[in-house]
Structure formats: structure tokens, C-alpha cells
């Protein structure tokens, strides 16, 4: 039985532009910064067997005002820096311009990541901090942390769970797991 949790990344892994009340993702690498208990909560999930999976929607790159490339270097320097075994992208525009199953709220990259890495998705979670990110682990199977970074918007789906970080989220993994 292969366990995963699945990791949005701008507002879980790392701290996002935020204007309106609503987050953004780094347009350059000196915008990437990891939130300071990030290292540790991964070091303690993967110690606990579970693989790491970040699963992120880049559409900035589908809509043309992002460099797939740039995303690629963050993603780089995120894998470098925690033990991640997999990083899943979206890259489609959404807004109604794009009819993919990947992009969250489908499950279409946890599935996929399912399928490749044999992962029960029943034993595995879904860590984000928007609606997206929750729809998405209930679409899938998994259960569900949210986030709450106090954005301007609402979630459709109540979460299993609710932490202020990643590091609470894991704590809440982690007492679940035993």
C-alpha cells in the first residue's frame, strides 16, 4: 500500500504574491520562497512512508504570460531543496479556454500520479489552501487539509481537516497515520 500526500504548491510549499485578497505564483525565482516549517513537515511525512507529490496549476504559462521555463527552474530549486518524488503540472489557461482533466479541481493529476506510482488514493491526502485544492482530493478519494490563508473566496467543499501551515497539516497526517 503506497500512501501519498499531494501538495499544492503557491500558499502550501511557498509563500504566494497575494493582490485582492487572492493569491498569485512567483513569476521569477527570486519570488520563490518556501514557508520556513515546508523542510520540515516533508522531512517528517517522507520519514513516515509517505511519497511527496506537489500537483499545481501554472496557467500563467497556458495563457501565454509565463515562461514554461521559469516554472521549470522553480520547480528546479523546489525538488532541490525538499524531498519531493513528484511534481505534476497544469499548464492549460482555464477561464473556459481549456478542456483538459488535469487542471484542479479534476483529479486528472492525482490520478495520474495514482496510476503511474501506484498510490492508494483512500490512504492518501491532499494538502492546498483554495477550493480547487479540496474539490480536487475529494474528486480523487483522498482526504482532504485546507489552508486557510484568509483569501477571497469560498470553499465549496468542506475539508476533512483544517491547519494554519503545512507544518500543522502533517501533524495531522502524521496522527492519522498511526
Known amino acids: 500500500m503506497i500512501r501519498a500526500v499531494f501538495l499544492d504548491r503557491d500558499g502550501v510549499i511557498n509563500r504566494p504574491r497575494e493582490r485582492d485578497q487572492l493569491p498569485y505564483a512567483p ?30 496549476n501554472q496557467p500563467d504559462v497556458g495563457r501565454g504570460t509565463l515562461k514554461r521555463e521559469v516554472v521549470e527552474t522553480i520547480h528546479a530549486e523546489m525538488c532541490r531543496r525538499l524531498p519531493l518524488d513528484r511534481v505534476e503540472v497544469c499548464y492549460h489557461p482555464g477561464n473556459g479556454l481549456s478542456d483538459c482533466d488535469c487542471r484542479k479541481p479534476k483529479p486528472g493529476m492525482l490520478l495520474r500520479a495514482a496510476r503511474e506510482l501506484g498510490i492508494d488514493l ?3 491526502w491532499m494538502v492546498g489552501d ?32 483544517r491547519a494554519g501551515n503545512l507544518g500543522a497539516a502533517a501533524e495531522i497526517i502524521l496522527a492519522g497515520a498511526k
Not at 520562497?33 to 511527496?52: D, H, S, T
Request: hydrophobic share 40%; with cysteine; glycine share 6%.
Open 27 to 56: 513569476t521569477r525565482l527570486d519570488e520563490f520562497e518556501i514557508f520556513p516549517e515546508v523542510p520540515e513537515a516533508c522531512r517528517r511525512l517522507k520519514q513516515a512512508g509517505f511519497l511527496l507529490i506537489v500537483a499545481t
Open 122 to 124: 483512500a490512504q492518501s
Open 130 to 161: 483554495r477550493w480547487r485544492d479540496v474539490d480536487c482530493g475529494h474528486a480523487a478519494g483522498c482526504r482532504t487539509i485546507f489552508i486557510d490563508r484568509g483569501y477571497a473566496e469560498e470553499l465549496k467543499h468542506q475539508p476533512d481537516f
